[in-house]
């Protein structure tokens, strides 16, 4: 089986073409054409000579993603069905605000972690996507966003299917891809990794130094609640995320965004509002309180203005960074926890 040449690193791929008689420099070209160009066949490499093509052709195949459906929102959001070369089928989305274009991309097939109120999580994780995977979702985000905005992507949020730290290597290969000048060359502050909160992986991030932002889906701040909506938190309790959030910011010095839905009768109560007030305090953090998306007629409800309100006050009085996020794409399924292969 001929293998995929987009897994290689440029190193490898400079030592290929030695290996094969070449000059190493074929290989930074050849990386060129496969990252910043994103070209998918061998015969578009126009400044390689013919019989190297067909060398490579005869070594190695270009996997790559495709666009297999997209929906439009009446909001401008994009939602895009994504084919991996297996077949398999994740989602990506693309979403314009006023003054930015994020895209929303997917780290797993499915996801390793079973939140009760996420739609995602009811595929189980299938597998991971490579580097090349994710890093082309952010491509196709950034034509259609040029294409249907007229402007290039602004931000990347690991929002999408799965959980970007249960698959760190390949998400970090493609962060790199995307601020390198031969991939992307954007900013590292312009990406955010969310996470459900895995402590031993947020303290590795934060030993790598990674320059991206960090996003914990919080939702409870008690362990008794948080485990029965996020059942992983029994493994990872609360103590344990704070301490590993602690050590990052004492590493990295950047604050934590906390996601947060507040639903009737399960997390709206004041001593729900206080177990976050002082959670908060651990770690220099904002809070960003997410509307639910229903994913069934089932447990959960967005809770009231008032139970929101009651948030909003006491973080607020405590100096504690609050904002309310209207959720965008919910008439095509494309919002927060509800990517889940419907399309
Ligand atoms: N696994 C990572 C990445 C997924 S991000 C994480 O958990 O952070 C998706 C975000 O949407 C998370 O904050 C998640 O908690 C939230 N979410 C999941 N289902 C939702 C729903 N039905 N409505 C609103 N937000 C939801």
Redesign the pocket.
Known sequence: MKKDIRALSKDQLRTFFVENGDKAFRGNQVYEWLWNKSIHNFEDMTNISKSTREMLDAHFVINHIEVDSMQRSNDGTIKNAIKLHDGKIVESVLIPTETRTTACVS?QVG?S?D?K????ARLKRMRNLNADEIYDQVVAIDKQSKHYHNRKLTNIV???????LMNYNNVIKSIEKITSSEGLGMASRRITV???GVPKMIRKMADDQVKFNL???L?SAIDEVRTKIMPFNARFPLVELKEALEYWYAKTKRAITY?Y?VWNGINDRKIDVDALVKYCKYVPCKVNL??????DDGE?QQASQNALNLYISNLEMHDISVTVRR?RGKDIDA????LANKS
């Open positions: 780290s996801c972690f939140c109120f996420c739609a995602t690991f929002m999408g299917m799965g959980e970007p969310s996470t459900s996003a914990v889906s939702h996601e839905v997410i509307e639910y998306n229903p994913i959960f959720s919002a927060c926890g509800q």
